[in-house]
């Protein structure tokens, strides 16, 4: 059975693999579906316009492009393969809310064929609330005296509010058209699909159940009410019907507790694998690559995105370093996360490098100047194996490889992506390790064997977690929005140290020296009259019990 299809009426003027089935008819193909295709009207898992836009555009000699073409399939192939997103059907009904004035109203009757819908028709000054998602709206509608509750599937709202911006299943005429929003409803009605494209880790998360809120940016920039804050348990709520796919909460989530299921780490990684020694050209599919009339020198190669807005600091270096190559990104839109991420990057490579590694462009012009520009980068290509890495630590390793034992100084990271360093004030830290417990991505860590804490600035998001969960007063701070390229920044190092302090009357090691001396110190004025009670400041749990039934003590 055959995963590739190649479709071109007009056939193709040279050669490709026996892997793909090339037709100048879709009539009598040998099998119903493939995996990849070049053009829609095939039946294929995924339509790859980037291979026609290679073989009309690129300069590369006949021998390169007839590989290329064969490994464009490949990469959509393992595309698919890594691929996690999930479809879901919602039930539509025909019950239609419209919000609008009477004009308005006999407009839309005038559009739609009689009796296809249940439609309710409001004015929009008597709509007090509306909630749920697409197949099961509840709008709050007052009806003199009385608010009622309309229960509906989809609504028509004229100059609709932000509000309505938020939910799939909301269309407003002014905006779309009548026809298109009546044409979508019922497309809607009878098969409405979506995707599961947000795969949610909650240990890693900055905001998941923390008693203070030190993250919850991927609520702030997400369009819709895809991603909810309920800031009374600090829990994140999805409805992924109401996502929109945009990517950018990917982008900004510090952890990587956030992932895109149809391309995650391990899919960029996978497909990165096949751009070594090309300029990768990543472009998200809706930049229509196919209608592009532009001249691609040798060596270029599409990597197209579902949407580039996901794209972090981890995969771009990741990207960057598969390929040794600068890479250039086409897209009419850079969030200012992404626009932050390639800062990142692009000012570690100027401080090793001496170059950018990331061109972008959003024009056609534009695109042209920097695919005359991209160039190969020396000694750049990194390959290993991330497997089971978190994003930080994805990052943290290829850093660290680019680095090796030099030091090229610091980078400062921006307002969106955060790194930064925790600094402890030893002389006031008494290890209780408020802060070791705060930090769920491991970056604070306490050592066991020799009593310390210890820190991988690496792999720290600086979401201050630890800073508010520190008992000392002047002791813990953190350095934010710096990188230190230099070997240190990817080690362990000792923030402080301390000794175990034995019990005085069993021996037993059951606190750190400092921990028992501030505890004396302050209870030690106190007991000043008592040298039983003081005795008690320096026993472990069990024997300082013990002293003071033995004394009488223990209700006194």
């Known amino acids: 059975m055959q995963e590739f299809i190649y479709y071109n009426k007009d056939g193709i003027d040279f050669p490709l693999p026996e892997t793909i089935l090339v037709t100048q008819s879709l009539t009598d193909i040998p099998q119903n579906e493939y995996i990849v295709s070049n053009t829609k009207g095939t039946q294929a898992e995924l339509v790859a316009d980037e291979i026609d836009f290679y073989i009309k555009n690129s300069q590369d000699s006949l021998a390169s492009k007839i590989k290329n073409v064969e490994k464009l399939y490949e990469i959509n192939a393992t595309k698919f393969d890594f691929a996690r997103d999930m479809l879901f059907k919602e039930e539509v009904n025909n019950t239609v809310l419209l919000i609008c004035d009477n004009e308005q109203k006999s407009e839309v009757l005038r559009s739609m064929v009689p009796d296809e819908f249940d439609l309710f028709h409001v004015t929009e000054d008597i709509v007090k609330d509306l909630e749920g998602q697409i197949g099961n709206f509840t709008a709050t509608v007052a009806d003199g005296e009385k608010d009622v509750d309309l229960n509906i599937s989809q609504v028509i709202w004229y100059n609709q509010k932000d509000i309505a911006c938020k939910y799939s299943g909301i269309f407003d005429p002014v905006e779309e058209g009548l026809d298109d929003v009546l044409a979508q409803i019922r497309t809607n009605i009878s098969n409405f699909e979506y995707r599961k494209v947000i795969a949610y880790d909650s240990s890693i998360c900055q905001y998941h159940e923390r008693r203070e809120e030190v993250c919850g940016r991927c609520e702030g920039v997400c369009p819709t009410n895809a991603i909810t804050k309920i800031d009374e348990v600090k829990h994140l709520e999805f409805s992924h019907v109401d996502c929109t796919n945009c990517g950018e909460c990917f982008s900004?989530?510090?952890?990587?507790?956030?992932?895109?299921?149809?391309?995650?780490?391990?899919?960029?990684?996978?497909?990165?694998?096949?751009?070594?020694?090309?300029?990768?050209?990543?472009?998200?599919?809706?930049?229509?690559?196919?209608?592009?009339?532009?001249?691609?020198?040798?060596?270029?190669?599409?990597?197209?995105?579902?949407?580039?807005?996901?794209?972090?600091?981890?995969?771009?270096?990741?990207?960057?370093?598969?390929?040794?190559?600068?890479?250039?990104?086409?897209?009419?839109?850079?969030?200012?996360?992404?626009?932050?991420?390639?800062?990142?990057?692009?000012?570690?490579?100027?401080?090793?490098?001496?170059?950018?590694?990331?061109?972008?462009?959003?024009?056609?012009?534009?695109?042209?100047?920097?695919?005359?520009?991209?160039?190969?980068?020396?000694?750049?290509?990194?390959?290993?194996?991330?497997?089971?890495?978190?994003?930080?630590?994805?990052?943290?390793?290829?850093?660290?490889?680019?680095?090796?034992?030099?030091?090229?100084?610091?980078?400062?990271?921006?307002?969106?992506?955060?790194?930064?360093?925790?600094?402890?004030?030893?002389?006031?830290?008494?290890?209780?390790?408020?802060?070791?417990?705060?930090?769920?991505?491991?970056?604070?860590?306490?050592?066991?064997?020799?009593?310390?804490?210890?820190?991988?600035?690496?792999?720290?998001?600086?979401?201050?977690?630890?800073?508010?969960?520190?008992?000392e007063a002047d002791c813990l701070t953190i350095e934010r929005d710096v990188i230190e390229l230099k070997p240190t920044w990817f080690k362990e190092e000792v923030l402080a140290q301390d000794t175990l302090f034995a019990c005085v009357e069993c021996g037993k090691e059951f606190a750190t020296t400092k921990a028992v001396e501030k505890i004396a110190n302050m209870m030690g004025p106190i007991f000043a009259s008592n040298p039983v009670k003081q005795r008690t400041l320096y026993c472990c749990e069990d024997c300082k019990a013990k002293l003071m039934i033995k004394q009488g003590l223990l209700n006194a």
């Open 252 to 471: 900004v989530c510090p952890s990587g507790s956030l992932e895109y299921t149809p391309q995650g780490k391990e899919s960029i990684y996978n497909v990165s694998t096949f751009y070594k020694d090309t300029h990768p050209l990543v472009v998200p599919s809706k930049m229509n690559l196919k209608s592009l009339e532009i001249e691609v020198k040798e060596n270029v190669l599409p990597f197209v995105l579902d949407t580039a807005l996901f794209l972090d600091e981890s995969s771009l270096l990741t990207i960057t370093q598969m390929s040794g190559s600068q890479v250039v990104i086409y897209n009419d839109y850079f969030s200012d996360s992404i626009k932050n991420s390639i800062q990142i990057i692009n000012d570690v490579y100027q401080a090793k490098y001496k170059k950018d590694a990331i061109l972008t462009a959003s024009t056609e012009d534009e695109l042209k100047e920097k695919l005359e520009e991209v160039s190969f980068i020396e000694n750049s290509y990194v390959n290993y194996n991330q497997q089971g890495q978190r994003k930080r630590e994805v990052f943290a390793s290829r850093l660290e490889k680019l680095v090796g034992d030099q030091d090229y100084g610091t980078v400062k990271t921006g307002e969106v992506v955060h790194y930064g360093k925790v600094k402890i004030n030893e002389a006031n830290c008494t290890l209780c390790l408020s802060c070791v417990g705060a930090c769920n991505v491991n970056a604070l860590v306490a050592n066991a064997e020799d009593n310390t804490l210890r820190l991988n600035s690496s792999i720290c998001t600086a979401c201050g977690y630890c800073e508010s969960s520190c008992p």
